[in-house]
């Protein structure tokens, strides 16, 4: 988990509401993604960045929206629309990717949100 | 389409027993594969990755898996066992049709017990 932080560890939700998930890495990447983990689905894409001020959909970019103003930074909202957003969140990054790229995902630790 | 399958939901094995988590992967031309493992309420911490050269790669902690093109197969091996190596695994494939984006398609994973 070391260089990449999420905070919070828990995030409780009322239904409606949008929260804000931190995502911050001092390793120097370019690239950042965001990832949903639900018991026995594995992980999907929600977003994923390259460069700073740019951002792509992932699988499952429905509910939720990012920003990239930093390259350190890549915070993930869900928004009220997200119908289901109980779930564990879990951010990576990587050297930038360029053509045929062989780079590794390095994760943080996570952040489980639960919607009450 | 690209996929990656972990056939065993759960695999059971005695300390000190040879473990072997299994992985399947469809995708076009070569593939680039990675093992990851997540211990309960961490992030994912990367393992080994196969990209081109020796079928077998040798990873952390012990672990090793072996590429095999034919079988189009990419099985996590260990030796022996602890009972530290309890933990989920994760299998993962990139995504070649991602535009030159480092998007990979992760297994659903396999629970790993190790019984004293």
């Known amino acids: 988990d070391g260089g990449i932080t999420q905070s919070p560890k828990y995030l409780f939700r009322k239904e409606g509401q949008n929260v804000t998930l931190s995502c911050e890495q001092n390793?120097?990447?370019?690239?950042m993604y965001w990832y949903r983990q639900d018991p026995g689905q594995g992980l999907r894409l929600i977003y994923y960045?390259?460069?700073?001020?740019?951002?792509q959909k992932g699988d499952i970019a429905e509910g939720y929206s990012v920003s990239r103003e930093k390259k350190e930074s890549f915070p993930l909202t869900v928004t009220s629309a997200q119908k289901n957003p109980t779930a564990f969140y879990l951010c990576?990054?990587?050297?930038?990717?360029?053509?045929?790229?062989?780079?590794?995902?390095?994760f943080g630790p996570g952040t489980r949100l639960t919607v009450l | 389409a690209q996929s990656v399958a972990q056939p065993e939901d759960q695999v059971n094995v005695a300390e000190g027993n040879p473990l072997t988590v299994k992985c399947t992967y469809s995708?076009?031309?070569?593939?680039?594969l990675f093992w990851y493992v997540q211990y309960p309420n961490r992030g994912l911490q990367f393992l080994l990755k196969y990209i081109t050269g020796d079928n077998l790669v040798k990873g952390s902690y012990g672990f090793e898996a072996e590429f095999n093109k034919s079988q189009t197969s990419f099985h996590l091996k260990k030796p022996s066992a602890l009972v530290s190596d309890s933990a989920l695994y994760f299998c993962?494939?990139?995504?070649?049709?991602?535009?030159?984006?480092?998007?990979?398609?992760f297994g659903a994973g396999t629970r790993l017990a190790v019984h004293p």
């Open positions: 993962a494939v990139r995504d070649m049709f991602s535009g030159g984006y480092n998007k990979l398609i």
């Open positions: 390793l120097n990447h370019d690239a």
């Open positions: 995708v076009s031309g070569n593939p680039y």
């Open positions: 960045s390259q460069i700073v001020n740019d951002f």
């Open positions: 990576a990054s990587s050297i930038l990717a360029g053509g045929p790229s062989t780079d590794t995902q390095y």
